[in-house]
């Protein structure tokens, strides 16, 4: 009984580990060298150029932080581009070429590798294994099948294991 009963709890330990988001047991994944010091007022300074560094002049650029569009706004001659009021966060700066994720630090409390403006390389192919979805409940969503089957399958498989072994004691 006692080996059955731990049998049964591992199972639902098992259970409850496929269930929970990856975001309850590993930290967030850290955006590497996308640093970027903000200016006095929350100012946001960057620059949208194409792949051989020329600049993109009148290049929409939008700003999301999570999936709120916070501002938009359109480069300079230069492909300069600067937006008022943002605080430090997580964003998206998105131009019709494409996405790149920054983050952003109040001003003053930037870590020392920060730079101190964003640089857009339109057009960068950047190819990422990601679901373009919002995360595992889209996903989940998404795919309504897979999904019941995989719970059904981590209920069932240790339940017909423990039932397996209960039936070996009893014989």
Request: hydrophobic share 45%; with cysteine.
């Amino acid at each position: 009984m006692k080996r059955n009963s731990l049998g049964t709890m591992a199972a639902a330990v098992a259970c409850m580990g496929m269930l929970l988001p990856p975001t309850a047991y590993g930290a967030a994944p850290a955006v590497v060298g996308n640093d970027v010091a903000l200016r006095q007022g929350g100012m946001l300074v960057g620059q949208v150029v194409d792949q051989q560094g020329v600049a993109k002049a009148n290049s929409a650029v939008l700003i999301l932080y999570g999936e709120q569009e916070v501002v938009r706004t359109t480069t300079d001659a230069n492909g300069v581009f600067a937006v008022k009021g943002l605080r430090g966060g997580q964003y998206q700066l998105m131009t019709q070429d494409g996405v790149r994720v920054y983050r952003l630090w109040a001003p003053e409390t930037a870590p020392p590798s920060a730079r101190q403006a964003a640089l857009i390389v339109a057009g960068d192919n950047v190819v990422r294994g990601n679901y373009p979805g919002h995360g595992w409940v889209d996903w989940m969503k998404a795919h309504p099948y897979i999904t019941a089957g995989t719970i059904a399958a981590a209920i069932a498989i240790p339940v017909a294991i423990a039932a397996s072994d209960d039936d070996d004691e009893g014989s």
